[in-house]
């Protein structure tokens, strides 16, 4: 289970910092990832963290604006937003699955973000 929280309403230039909490007993053998769509848009990958190395890999689109980190001892990922753009407004999920695996099979609810200009 996946808890997303942080989105909200920022002006562009601004930061933001989202919060996903994954409810297990093995945090490290799971790989986790931010998706995000916008209203009429396909949701778009924007990275993933490998939750036992702390290897990370991101879009092109948010590379030098984002990063994603975690912390063991709360069982938490997070996505790092800055230089935010109008563009980035979005409804942000994060995703996990087990290493062992390739799809995303746990999802959170949500959160939304939305960038002012």
């Known amino acids: 289970q996946l808890q997303a929280s942080g989105g909200g309403l920022v002006q562009a230039g601004g930061s933001l910092r989202l919060s996903c909490v994954i409810s297990?007993?093995?945090?490290?053998?799971?790989?986790m990832a931010w998706f995000r769509q916008a209203p009429g848009k396909e949701r778009e990958f924007v990275g993933s963290?490998?939750?036992?190395?702390?290897?990370?890999v991101l879009a092109d689109s948010v590379k030098g604006r984002f990063t994603i980190s975690r912390d063991k001892a709360k069982n938490t990922g997070f996505l790092q937003m800055s230089s935010l753009l109008p563009e980035d407004t979005a409804t942000y999920y994060c995703?996990?699955?087990?290493?062992?695996?390739?799809?995303?099979?746990?999802w959170g609810q949500g959160t939304l973000v939305t960038v002012s200009s």
């Open positions: 995703a996990a699955h087990h290493r062992a695996q390739s799809e995303y099979s746990l």
């Open positions: 297990t007993r093995t945090f490290s053998n799971y790989v």
């Open positions: 963290i490998n939750l036992s190395i702390g290897r990370t």
